[in-house]
């Protein structure tokens, strides 16, 4: 029996190398039955200049306490071997074990795994991939896809109900003004005065053929009647009920254009809403058609707004006679292989009964259209420059730049925190619209102050009003937004309106702001207030908070009359007059 002077263990003497440790082994291992003599290895020679190899021996256990029961101790280091391609080896090598491969795969495997999550969430990153490696007219298809304003999917929005709730407070100094404006007595001043707080709510309900809305009337805190309006628009016949004010609904004809402007909006939001994937699908791909055609240049610039300037990727591109041409041709061809866009063209044109088109007659007017399109000269060249930062945001925009029959201009320049904005529209030299603006921004949220102006004829822009921003985000709509007219346009509407007599007036106007203040907004729900604000009061408030739920359960009154006198002849007055009172109003002042 053999054993492997490495691990001990033991081997089959025909064996090359140890099975437990992959040691090899030599031609005369020694046996456990040998003595504590020494014993040598024999040297093999294959050449002449093959040294012999020095000895191999180890100790016999013996009277060993710590030795293995087999009686063999194994020694601390490999012993050496003879390499039989002719030349002496060291210490023993142990096979490569493919052990050492599993974390050099997975090393690899993270990276991609990391590349690929950095793809997919990380703007910067995402951008730079196809900023460097994609098609250039690829590259700015990605980059007008990645400033669309994203929308959710379609919901049938004739299964919804819409709530929604609007509370109305008027301050007294706003009645004061309104009442000296107009003239009033005090007794009229004194009933308005009386309204503490007044408001409605109310629960719309649509289908793809009715259509139902609730009203309910407050009055300081008193609900003041119900009111339930509702259109059956195929039976083209709609109905108000005032519930326990009248005795009998009031029904009415719709009138048939009415009746047919509904149920087309209906059918059409339907064809939208069972085809939203393959709308979706379609604009993808004519606009990557279209795309295909624009020559597109790559570069960087600087651009400028108000006090701040930076440098940012700029993609270039010009929309002449030939490239609109080619656009359009490419297009038409496509639509008429595209099985889909016929099949939504027919779909659509359905929706007039008095129009009638077939696949064939699509195919038709397309080839029609490829004729005559050489004949259309687009006169006109359309210079675009596109400003992008490393996050694929558009920074900024110029059309037809330095030209003069039209420019339009904008550029959102940020530094740090600070942020200017300049968007202009320009026509023959002059600037016709422009609005200037700058703050600070952070977490997308804005509180800075802009300045819009026109130009009225009067030798150039005019500064008309300006509206400020306090930690305001687009997306989701939150935070507040105020307005106010500008000394420009004051003067101008006193001047016009003969504010000098109106003093009370002329101040709100020269002093007040309109203020909206958005707390919540989403998909669902809304929850803000528009007030106007003057000497640091809010004259006049209105809350609104509003909702939407799936269902639209829509019913039609029983008992009703096409009469309008005998309608009106059935409304409780009294029981009206009884529930105004109720609030506190002056009932006196209210009959006379």
């Keep these: 029996m053999k054993y492997c002077t490495n691990c001990g263990k033991p081997v089959d003497p025909s064996a090359s190398f140890c099975t437990n440790c992959g040691s090899p082994i030599a031609p005369e291992a020694v046996s456990p039955e040998s003595d504590n003599n020494l014993s040598s290895e024999p040297t093999v020679n294959f050449t002449e200049q093959t040294p012999s190899a020095p000895d191999n021996t180890y100790a016999a256990a013996g009277n060993n306490a710590s030795a293995p029961e087999n009686g063999v101790q194994p020694p601390v280091n490999p012993l050496p071997y003879t390499n039989y391609n002719g030349n ?18 997975a090393a690899i495997a993270a990276l991609i795994a990391a590349g690929v999550i950095a793809f997919f969430t990380l703007p910067v990153f995402q951008n730079f991939v196809m900023r460097t490696f994609a098609p250039k007219s690829t590259y700015l298809g990605y980059v007008i896809k990645q400033n669309m304003v994203s929308t959710e999917p379609l919901e049938d929005i004739f299964k919804s109900t819409y709530n929604a709730d609007i509370s109305i407070s008027i301050d007294d100094e706003l009645i004061d003004i309104i009442g000296k404006s107009a003239g009033l007595d005090s007794k009229t001043t ?27 009337a407050r009055l300081n805190g008193k609900e003041i009647g119900t009111a339930d309006i509702s259109a059956d628009f195929e039976s083209q016949i709609a109905f108000i009920d005032l519930n326990d004010l009248n005795d009998k609904a009031f029904g009415a004809d719709v009138p048939e254009a009415q009746s047919e402007s509904y149920l087309i909006f209906g059918r059409a939001y339907s064809i939208i ?18 795309l295909s055609d624009i020559k597109v240049k790559k570069g960087s610039q600087k651009i400028e707004a108000g006090d701040y300037s930076k440098k940012y990727s700029t993609l270039s591109f010009t929309l002449d006679d030939k490239t609109v041409k080619n656009i359009t041709k490419d297009i038409l061809k496509d639509a008429k292989k595209d099985k889909k866009l016929k099949n939504l063209i027919v779909e659509f044109a359905g929706l007039d009964e008095n129009l009638e088109i077939s696949k064939s007659d699509i195919e038709d007017y397309i080839d029609e259209a490829l004729e005559n399109i050489d004949d259309i000269d687009f006169k006109e060249e359309i210079d675009v420059r596109l400003f992008v930062d490393n996050t694929a945001k558009i920074r900024g925009i110029t059309i037809n730049e330095d030209e003069s029959d039209f420019e339009f201009f904008y550029a ?14 320009s026509a023959y030299g002059e600037t016709a619209f422009e609005i200037t603006g700058e703050g600070t921004e952070k977490h997308n949220n804005r509180t800075g102050e ?120 059935s409304i409780n007055i009294f029981g009206l007059m009884s529930r105004l009172k109720d609030t506190g109003i002056p009932m006196t002042d209210l009959m006379r």
Excluded: H
């Design 273 to 290: 809403e069972d085809n939203e994937k393959d709308i979706e699908s379609l604009a993808s791909k004519y606009m990557k058609t279209a």
């Design 450 to 569: 802009y300045t819009v102006s026109v130009n009225a004829g009067l030798g150039g822009p005019m500064d008309i009003c300006k509206f400020e921003l306090d930690d305001f985000s687009a997306a989701p709509l939150k935070g507040q937004i105020s307005f106010s007219l500008t000394s420009n346009a004051y003067n101008m509407l006193s001047s016009e309106l003969n504010l000098s007599k109106l003093k009370d007036i002329s101040d709100l106007l020269k002093n007040g702001k309109l203020v909206l203040d958005i707390n919540k907004s989403g998909k669902s729900k809304f929850e803000g207030s528009l007030s106007l604000s003057y000497s640091d009061a809010n004259l006049i408030s209105i809350d609104i908070d509003s909702s939407k739920d799936r269902g639209s359960d829509i019913d039609f009154p029983d008992d009703y009359t096409s009469s309008e006198s005998d309608w009106q002849n």
């Design 412 to 425: 959102d320049v940020n530094k740090g925190f600070n942020f200017a904005t300049d968007f202009s529209v």
């Design 88 to 105: 002496a080896g060291g210490d023993a090598p142990k096979p490569k074990s493919k052990k050492i491969f599993i974390p050099i795969l």
């Design 190 to 216: 004194g009933i308005l005065k009386a309204v503490n707080d007044a408001g409605f709510s109310n629960s719309a309900r649509l289908n793809d053929t009715q259509f139902a809305d609730t009203v309910t």
